[in-house]
């Protein structure tokens, strides 16, 4: 008989794993890898992929595990939740980056008290 996971956990659990599954997406994104192909290095099917990056409590730890292993070898989901990897603080600065443009008269004339 299947157990429905996300039914027998707590929201707070529910809310942790999808941090996780977005936390590994990034980590993807940030290494420059399709999910397809993370997928294929993992042994796992690209549904399977899917779903660890959405944060399906229903999943086996041993496939979250392999899935971080085949997009950065090496990476430990200790990094993953801090974050330590120097693609993901790469990709942060780049988010960051963005163009500054000055204020129109009328906006001036606003912050003018």
């Known amino acids: 008989m299947k157990v429905n ?5 707590p929201h707070h659990l529910i809310d942790e794993a999808v941090r996780i ?3 590994v997406a990034r980590l993807r994104v940030a290494r420059g890898m399709k999910q ?3 997928a294929l290095r993992a042994g796992i099917s690209r549904n399977t992929a899917y779903r660890i ?7 086996a730890m041993g496939q979250l595990l392999r899935y971080v292993d085949a997009i950065a070898s090496g990476t430990t989901l200790l990094h993953l ?12 600065r780049h988010e960051q980056r963005q ?4 204020l129109t008269q009328a906006e001036l004339d606003d912050l003018n008290f």
């Open 99 to 102: 163009r500054v443009r000055g």
């Open 21 to 23: 599954g977005a936390k």
């Open 53 to 59: 990056e959405r944060g399906d409590p229903g999943l």
């Open 81 to 92: 939740l801090t974050e330590d990897d120097p693609a993901l603080t790469r990709q942060q």
């Open 5 to 9: 996971q996300t039914a027998s956990l």
């Open 36 to 38: 397809t192909e993370a």
